[in-house]
């Protein structure tokens, strides 16, 4: 069982940067990939960025390759999000997910996610 808590949203402004933390906690939370995804209001969930289980992969969707990237900590248990060139279409809730796939572009997909966190929410403003 993995426990996971997004922390870091808030309101920013178009061209802003914002870094998003998930602590995860459980005893083996270092033994899985992890994910960001986001939920905008009216629409589905999407994939936002993915860090594979060693730290050494990662993987963006397009809409924010080059502006957002994804990093792990395993010693604090912790990946992160750091955005920057924030659009107003970025607004959404961002969840926080971990699977037990060790890499590859399954990663990109809600249904291969196990666990997640509550969200936690970005507004940017234009």
């Known amino acids: 069982q993995v426990q996971l808590v997004e922390f870091g949203g808030g309101l920013v402004q178009a061209g802003g940067s914002l870094r998003l933390s998930c602590a995860a906690s459980?005893?083996?939370?270092?033994?899985?990939?992890l994910g960001w995804f986001r939920q905008a209001p009216g629409k589905e969930r999407e994939f936002v960025a993915a860090i594979s289980r060693s730290g050494s992969t990662t993987y963006y969707a397009d809409s924010v390759q080059g502006r957002f990237t994804i990093s792990r900590d395993n010693a604090k248990n912790t990946v992160y999000v750091q955005m920057s060139s924030l659009k107003p279409e970025d607004t959404a809730v961002y969840y926080c997910a971990a699977t037990g796939w060790e890499s590859g572009s399954i990663l990109m997909k809600i249904s291969a996610m196990t666990y997640w966190g509550k969200g936690t929410l970005v507004t940017v403003s234009s």
């Open positions: 459980g005893r083996t939370a270092n033994s899985y990939s």
